[in-house]
């Protein structure tokens, strides 16, 4: 199990090559309930900002939750929609060894929600959806992808300083529910969330198709783009 590092030993360790970071940012579910200090969650978040949004609108807010109640509440939204989607995750990896293992990562995570010592919820502001008006496709793409790009970059950060992370979404199923619990109003969407704690495993080299499987030129199907 992972020692604990001082807030400046974390900070220091933000001088990890990027490479090193995104090869072996792993998703990190089971985490310690320990506390993490304010000052490590800021520059995560700082860091985050650093991330591009559409037409620069930076239109982020970033809730941080370290509530017990409020955690409580999160966690029982959790259990909810777990209890469907982990069932069916279960029947369908039953003879899947890897997602077996990353579903019992998951149920961790799901039981010991409310342990976990920070949650980071990021979330924006405005929206595209006008009543009874379909809202373009790009319109949808386009708002999504003002977040997306600062989450990783926090994720990211997190991985540097040693910290366990992962992106979720479940908590947020019932968004109404949600923007109660965070007392957000109508004008401010919760887009994920991101909980963060010290990891009881450890970080290491992820596992990911060959470039060869997913990558195509000018047209799909086309594997004509080779290394």
């Excluded at 591009?52 to 966690?75: A, C, H, M, Y």
């Excluded at 006008?130 to 600062?150: C, K, N």
Aim: aromatic fraction near 8%.
């Amino acid at each position: 199990m992972s020692e604990i590092p001082s807030t400046d030993e974390a900070l220091a360790n933000l001088s990890m090559p990027l490479l090193d970071a995104m090869m072996t940012q792993r998703a990190i579910r089971r985490v310690k309930p320990d506390p993490v200090d304010d000052a490590i969650v800021v520059k995560c978040i700082e860091l985050a900002l650093r991330a591009p949004t559409g037409s620069n609108g930076q239109n982020w807010e970033f809730i941080v939750v370290k509530d017990q109640r409020v955690k409580d509440q999160l966690g029982k939204r959790y259990r909810q929609p777990w209890s469907i989607y982990g069932a069916l995750g279960r029947r369908q990896a039953a003879n899947d060894a890897s997602m077996l293992k990353i579903l019992k990562a998951v149920e961790w995570q799901v039981e010991h929600f409310s342990e976990i010592p920070v949650l980071v919820i990021p979330c924006l502001r405005g929206g595209t959806r006008v009543p009874y008006v379909p809202t373009p496709f790009v319109g949808e793409t386009s708002y999504f992808g003002s977040i997306y790009p600062s989450v990783q970059n926090l994720l990211l950060a997190a991985r540097a300083m040693g910290l366990g992370a992962s992106l979720i979404t479940m908590p947020l199923w019932n968004v109404t529910s949600a923007r109660k619990i965070l007392g957000l109003p109508l004008s401010v969407t919760p887009i994920c969330v991101v909980p963060l704690g010290w990891p009881r495993g450890r970080y290491g080299p992820t596992t990911r198709k060959p470039v060869q499987e997913v990558v195509h030129l000018d047209q799909y199907g086309n594997r004509g783009l080779t290394p």
